[in-house]
């Protein structure tokens, strides 16, 4: 019993010495790095201002309200995609293809994330690849611009993260039982009722987890909102770079960080709460 | 047995491993400020192996704070970023000026950055190269862009580009009449001259295609016709000059904004004879010239005007007669409440809608 107890702790101890050398102590230092801000006489101590100045700060709250939204906007519209996606690879498409569709999906992934967003770029610029054909072919006379808006960052952070929704719905999608949907349309059951009744409660914890995912990764995003949002599109994870890196701030860096981890929580227990899915069922 | 022994071998070879790493130079730097045949023939000449990082000013500061000035032998900061951080973070230490040949720099550059780098009776840098900030302007479809105003000019809508960075701030600032630098010592004023410049800048944001923060980008984006006025480096306007005559460098009538990059030595650097050494190796006649050649960037060497390409220095002669050289406003020392107020100010005119 002892033995084996000690070998628990040798087997287990990379992984302990891993995560409490490289994400606890860190984020402790972090954490207590944020309580600390200057006085008006420019002694570092304890204090809250750098909490409260979020608050304070409209630009500050308002800036994590729209990364926010944006981020859920992102979700939504990747779910939309992933689900007829998830269902033609699993239900439709003939079992020997599947392999290969699921590598297309990969494939992106193979390369980095800021590869991918200039190879947007490229397509994308007045004078790039869509708006060549677009003129060639006389659909417009002059050049769209398409590149920093809005829709082109969501559109970005969809594709960037459409996979994370895709896998774990394929993964729960594969235990539903086609009979179910069979003997629903036997019974005259038409196709909304089915995907409403049958198909979306099953998947469920996959589009849970999917969308926690999602959302966390379109959250702490910066690439992507910063090359292709433009001139508008300040994201939390900026600021926290601005704060670190341009302003010297460390402080109030750490503080938002903090901030950002506390709030992304709460709003994924809200989602939790609503779509009524408990945490245990997601994991599984 | 036999185990243990090939794991104390392992680390012994590993510890040899770090031991040979004691000749090597680390250098912190901007993209192309240690160009590849220069590191080649500074490794020839003196065995010791150079590892090249690439930054910008404001990483560099945060790299060298979060280990307290370790990890790097030498730093290229601009000049008016050193004395505040210094100050408040303490990460470089003094310069030791008798080990640099004082004869290979222009005087009265190494004389100003010794005035602008002093803290607490000692000055930590000395100056390698110099440009300016300006406008990079496509002629053709944009001939009356002269002033820093044109970044704000409905004229050019949806083909200005600029970097979310002090330079514009400082330029607009110019054009609507303000001395920024001299309300350095008036936190107040020079608060009240930043909204003023906001509140212009936020007014003309529909203006702007998007904010640029990547050379590189921005030069494509010129190249293109996407943008016809920015705010930009000298040397990208000439690289472009040389492909399309009509892309040019245009010193604003107000002036552009002067740096000077410089060396300084992180606090806790290993290999600072190498740091030295390395100094007076840029700054030797022909070798600053090589960097001048490729970059398009003037140095602080003073005999490297003979080995400068024809063309490099017809560029310079073009964009730089001696009334606009008087004429450059050079960044003074700035101090850190101000770079912080500077910080917001952009934050929300990134904000704004």
Partial sequence: ?284 | MKRIVALVAMCLFALVGTAQAAGTFKLLTWKGYAPKELVDKFEKETGIKVEVTYSNNEEMVAKLRATRGAGFDLAQPSQDRISSVQEEFKIYQPMDYSKIEAALFIPSLLDAVKKNTLVGGKSYAVPFCWGTSGLVVNTEKAPDAKSWKALIDPAYKGRISYRLKRAPLLGIAFSMGYKPFDLYGDPKAYKDMLDKVAEAMIAAKPLVQNYWSNGDALLESVRSGEVVVAEAWDNGAWKLHAENPAIDFVAPVEGCLGWIDTFAIPAKAENVDAAYKWINFMLKPENAALFTNQEKTPTASKGAGPFVDKAVQADFDRSFPTATIDNIKWYPPVPAALEEMEGKILDKIKAAN
């Avoid at chain 1, 227990?269 to 899915?277: F, M, P």
């Fill in chain 1, 1 to 284: 019993m002892k033995t084996s107890r000690l070998s628990l702790w040798i087997f287990l101890s990379p992984v302990l010495m891993w995560l409490v050398l490289l994400i606890v102590l860190p984020h402790l230092d972090l954490f207590i790095m944020s309580f600390r801000a200057k006085d008006e006489y420019g002694r570092m101590g304890f204090s809250l201002q750098n909490y409260v100045h979020f608050f304070e700060e409209p630009i500050y709250w308002l800036t994590f309200v729209r990364t926010a939204v944006y981020s859920v906007i992102t979700t939504f519209f990747t779910f939309l995609l992933a689900m007829p996606v998830a269902f033609y690879i699993v239900k439709v498409v003939r079992p020997k293809y599947k392999g290969f569709l699921m590598v297309l999906l990969l494939l992106p992934f193979w390369v980095s994330e800021l590869v991918r967003v200039y190879g947007w770029m490229i397509l994308l610029r007045e004078s790039g690849v869509v708006n060549f054909f677009l003129l060639k072919l006389g659909i417009v006379d002059a050049p769209l611009k398409m590149l920093y808006t809005d829709a082109t960052m969501i559109m970005g952070l969809v594709y960037t993260s459409m996979l994370f929704m895709v896998v774990p719905v394929i993964s729960v999608l594969e235990s539903l039982d086609d009979s179910l949907i069979e003997a629903a349309s036997d019974l005259g059951g038409s196709k909304i009722s089915i995907w409403r009744e049958i198909i979306l409660p099953h998947c469920k914890p996959g589009i849970t987890s999917g969308a926690i995912v999602v959302f966390m990764l379109s959250l702490g995003n910066y690439l992507t909102p910063n090359l292709m949002g433009g001139k508008n599109s300040l994201w939390f994870t900026e600021q926290i770079y601005n704060q670190f890196i341009a302003s010297f701030n460390w402080n109030q860096g750490a503080a938002f960080g903090f901030l950002l981890l506390l709030l992304s929580s709460g709003i994924i227990w809200a989602g939790l709460k609503l779509s009524r899915v408990k945490l245990g069922e997601v994991a599984s």
